[in-house]
C-alpha cells in the first residue's frame, strides 16, 4: 500500500502544480483538506479528475462517500485499491 500511497501523492503534486511540495512533504494520515494539506473544493475537483483519468474511479461529488474518501491519501489509496481487486 506504501507504493500506492506515494503515487497518489505524486499524483496530487503533479494535478495540482503543487511544485514546492515533495511526497516526502504529505502526511499518509493528514487531512487533504482544511488544516492538513490545505486544499480547497477547486482542488477536490481537480484531484477527482485525475483520479478518473488515471484510475478510472467514478466519483459522485456530492457524496459522503466520496468525501470520506477524499479525508487523506491514505484513504484515496484504499479507493484505489479496492477498485483494483
Known sequence: ??????EIKELIIDALELEDLTPA???STA???GEGLGLDSIDA???GVSLQKRYGIKLSANSEETRRHFSSVQALAALVASHRA
Not at 500500500?1 to 506515494?6: D, V
Request: no cysteine.
Open 31 to 33: 487531512p487533504l483538506f
Open 45 to 47: 475537483l481537480e484531484l
Open 1 to 6: 500500500m506504501q507504493a500506492l500511497e506515494q
Open 25 to 27: 512533504d504529505i502526511d
